[in-house]
T-cell receptor
Framework: IAGITQAPTSQILAAGRRMTLRCTQD?????MYWYRQDLGLGLRLIHY???????GKGEVPDGYSVSRANTDDFPLTLASAVPSQTSVYFC???????????FGDGTRLSIL | GQNIDQPTEMTATEGAIVQINCTYQ??????LFWYQQHAGEAPTFLSY??LDGLEEKGRFSSFLSRSKGYSYLLLKELQMKDSASYLC??????????WGAGTKLIIKP
């Protein structure tokens, strides 16, 4: 079934550790996005990529990095995790920047 | 600054009609989306409005007034499975989605 796959589903991580959240889509969508969702707040954009080889900063990029080596994969890396990065992380993709976004099932990340 | 406002929570009765409002102030406008998100799940796309007026899709309709910075999502013949959060999002001048915090809709039998 076509869609977006995120891994891991959930993770508990010690502060200071490095962590990469994986995201793969098989819809050949050009644009991909990483969001975090915290209770009481809307989805907040961390980083985005409008096409393979390009990336951009969203609303809350500090402490996170991304790469887009090909169309399908868009990993998100936390270089040195801090407790404030405890959140649910969603990866999404869209055919183009103005198209509806399709979401993965999310990664629930707890930083202790 | 950019801002999207929607009620935090609404309650409605099974079989009834409910209207969820969304007001926005953004730098530019390139369309408005509504998404549904069940608890513990990912958001799923419901509707898209870029021109003023009403877009109807089955039991769900979405309305947009660009001059007023206002939209609503209308849900008819409510079913228990419609209990979810409804997220309003606006595409700004940088083609990025700005999201509201969501409206939690509780359906009672």
């Amino acid at each position: 079934i076509a869609g977006i796959t995120q891994a891991p589903t959930s993770q508990i991580l010690a502060a200071g550790r490095r962590m990469t959240l994986r995201c793969t889509q098989d819809m050949r969508h050009n644009a991909m996005y990483w969001y975090r969702q915290d209770l009481g707040l809307g989805l907040r954009l961390i980083h985005y990529s409008n096409t393979a080889g390009t990336t951009g900063k969203g609303e809350v990029p500090d402490g996170y990095s991304v790469s887009r080596a090909n169309t399908d994969d868009f990993p998100l890396t936390l270089a040195s995790a801090v407790p404030s990065q405890t959140s649910v992380y969603f990866c999404a993709s869209s055919d183009h920047a103005l198209g509806p976004q399709h979401f993965g099932d999310g990664t629930r990340l707890s930083i202790l | 600054g950019q801002n999207i406002d929607q009620p935090t929570e609404m309650t409605a009765t099974e079989g009834a009609i409910v209207q969820i409002n969304c007001t926005y102030q953004t730098s530019g406008f390139n369309g408005l989306f509504w998404y549904q998100q069940h608890a513990g799940e990912a958001p799923t796309f419901l509707s898209y409005n870029v021109l003023d007026g009403l877009e109807e899709k089955g039991r769900f309709s979405s309305f947009l007034s660009r001059s007023k910075g206002y939209s609503y999502l209308l849900l008819k013949e409510l079913q228990m499975k419609d209990s979810a959060s409804y997220l309003c999002a606006v595409t700004d001048s940088n083609y990025q989605l700005i999201w509201g915090a969501g409206t939690k809709l509780i359906i009672k039998p």
